[in-house]
């Protein structure tokens, strides 16, 4: 059975998910974007791969780190899944690399809750919120998620929410410097300008209106049943509960405010809502509904990438 394969941790878990991403990111390639073939073209591709790796490699650290899920493969497994169902978001551009940089961040936002350097982690994850800013600039709002943190784990001396003022201030600063040099400032601040949109005409229907709604219904389930267990146990993880389901809806808010609704911007819905599932899969305990949820999963993949053919 499928969904018990996912229950442990052993290389053949990560080579079967490896194959399973390789052969979405590939079908993202030649049935969704479908590039003018080149060389150069082939070695970014590979190259991209390698980008890749390092996020699942961060997911994976920020998981396990801070005990946000079990010791098995469901976040792995869900991740890709999720790069399957919004194949948009396997294409190297600004939302992709501001997401990237977003991973850095959470990697030190959600390790607040140690005591092990918190203003340096306080720093660090403003910092990083800046830099992806410059990419695209709602991931601004994350700097709201840093506070949070602060707060949730209460490290909330006025010095710590000042230090990642401090760190998300210091790339604008730099890259406003780099520009005032190359006389281009107006290229800057057009970066950082919040433009919305309601408009939903241009996206594809199937991810949005049934994919969307579908996970936003799973991942509130999990919330609450998940909710109704922490209760029940250690106060450790109500804090970092509280984050995810505060990063949840900020991805949210973004996903229905931002201009770009072309997929590429469900991104940043996929760490919560991973970490979600994955807490989800722990707590059934019937055989048939892990394997429904499995295999559903694998089917709305299919549904989403025919949803692209002509």
Do not use: C
Request: glycine share 4%.
């Amino acid at each position: 059975m499928i969904a018990n394969f996912f229950n442990k941790t052993k290389p053949i878990q990560a080579i079967f998910i490896s194959v399973l991403f390789l052969t979405f990111y590939l079908s993202s390639i030649f049935l969704i974007e479908k590039p003018d073939f080149s060389i150069i073209l082939l070695l970014k591709k590979v190259g991209f791969l390698f980008v890749f790796l390092i996020i699942f490699f961060l997911i994976r650290f920020i998981n396990r780190k801070n005990q946000l899920s079990g010791q098995d493969s469901y976040v792995q497994l869900f991740l890709v899944l999720m790069f399957g169902l919004f194949p948009q978001t396997m294409f190297i551009e600004d939302i992709f690399i501001a997401h990237f940089f977003l991973l850095l961040s959470f990697r030190r936002l959600y390790s607040i809750r140690s005591f092990k350097n918190v203003k340096q982690k306080a720093f660090d994850s403003g910092f990083w919120i800046g830099v992806a800013s410059l990419f695209y600039v709602w991931s601004s709002l994350f700097l709201l998620l840093a506070f949070i943190a602060i707060l949730v784990y209460k490290k909330q001396e006025i010095r710590n929410t000042i230090i990642v003022f401090v760190g998300f201030i210091t790339p604008l600063f730099l890259a406003f410097t780099y520009y005032l040099l190359t006389d281009s400032s107006l290229l800057f601040f057009d970066k950082l300008i919040f433009e919305y949109s309601f408009n939903f005409d241009n996206v594809s229907l199937f991810n949005y209106l049934i994919l969307a709604n579908f996970i936003i219904l799973i991942v509130v389930i999990a919330i609450i049943l998940v909710k109704l267990k922490i209760n029940t146990l250690s106060n450790d993880l109500k804090p970092s509960w509280i984050l995810l389901v505060s990063h949840f809806l900020i991805a949210i808010y973004i996903i229905l405010f931002s201009v770009e609704k072309v997929g590429s911007e469900f991104l940043f819905l996929f760490f919560p809502t991973i970490i979600f599932l994955a807490n989800l899969m722990q707590l059934i305990t019937n055989k048939i509904i892990k394997e429904v949820i499995v295999y559903g999963g694998f089917l709305l993949v299919l549904g989403s990438f025919y949803s692209f053919l002509p």
